[in-house]
């Protein structure tokens, strides 16, 4: 699994009708990094099992793989090499079921791993258990029943989940784009939309929006220009880097030690001298 580089769609649905020609139409339009979202649902305490357990396809599927040919890239005028991420999106509503303790390590092959509770049992369960670690929650407006604990939602926070607002359903219908907003106000009011991200969702090309329109889009999300801009790049690389220590075994608030070359670090600590001389001279000249 490779950290992520540039602006980010953490959420491009596996499922898309040609999911090839979605991906290279994200990456053409100026994303670098993206991931291909597997959905399922936990239906095991809503429906009766009238199938042989030897005959029941696995409720959590494989990664999805999709392979991007050097021509692929260079036809679409690609020119940086894309980081690919698989993810998987869990949707539950019962914490008594037994879905995470049954498919953990089918879960784990997935780079990055999200939920979208839809009660608030659902809610604290993501949160607080330790079977499977969460990267990104993914509240749907469309499905979420209530508004969700302002307590979860600061306790997400702090343990280093993101919070993901989706832009797609916001094209679809009015109540959908009402919903969204309303939820991402909610985030806002409740942590001051501390570890939002926002992706696409997409199910097909026309879904897409080019990175710079989709931080304008974060103003109606409750997003300040600078937060709308980190939604799609660093905190997003915080969310893929959260996610790759959880592959690691690592903490999640592990300190990341960069090694640098003679002349990079030489670069690197002049450019902090001269913001340094900078600042010092601002403040002279304020004084």
């Not at 339009?29 to 959905?39: P, V």
Request: hydrophobic residues 40%.
């Amino acid at each position: 699994m490779e950290g992520a580089r540039g602006f980010c769609d953490l959420n491009i649905a596996a499922a898309a009708s040609d999911l090839k020609k979605t991906v290279l139409k994200a990456l053409s339009i100026g994303y670098q990094t993206i991931a291909l979202n597997t959905e399922v649902t936990d239906t095991s305490t809503t429906e009766k099992k009238k199938k042989k357990k030897g005959n029941e396809a696995p409720l959590v599927p494989p990664p999805p793989k999709l392979k991007l040919t050097p021509d692929d890239l260079k036809q679409h005028k690609i020119t940086k090499e894309p980081v690919i991420l698989t993810r998987i999106t869990v949707t539950y509503s019962e914490p008594s079921s037994s879905f995470l303790s049954k498919y953990k390590d089918a879960l784990k092959q997935y780079d990055i791993i999200a939920f979208t509770p839809t009660t608030e049992g659902a809610l604290k369960q993501c949160v607080t258990q330790t079977l499977v670690d969460v990267d990104i929650i993914s509240l749907s407006p469309v499905e979420l029943r209530g508004r969700p604990a302002w307590k979860l939602i600061r306790l997400a926070v702090e343990k280093c989940i993101y919070f993901e607002i989706c832009y797609a359903p916001c094209l679809a219908n009015q109540s959908s784009r009402q919903g969204t907003i309303v939820l991402s106000h909610v985030l806002h009011q409740s942590c001051r939309s501390a570890n939002v991200i926002l992706t696409s969702q997409a199910r097909h090309p026309s879904q897409l929006r080019h990175p710079y329109d989709v931080m304008n889009l974060g103003r109606f999300f409750a997003l300040s220009e600078g937060a709308a801009k980190e939604s799609i790049g660093m905190l997003a690389h915080s969310a893929v880097y959260c996610a790759l220590a959880r592959k690691r075994g690592a903490s999640k608030c592990a300190a990341q030690v960069e090694v640098l070359k003679e002349e990079r670090a030489a670069k690197k600590f002049k450019g902090l001298d001269d913001a340094r001389a900078l600042a010092k001279s601002t403040i002279e000249i304020n004084d």
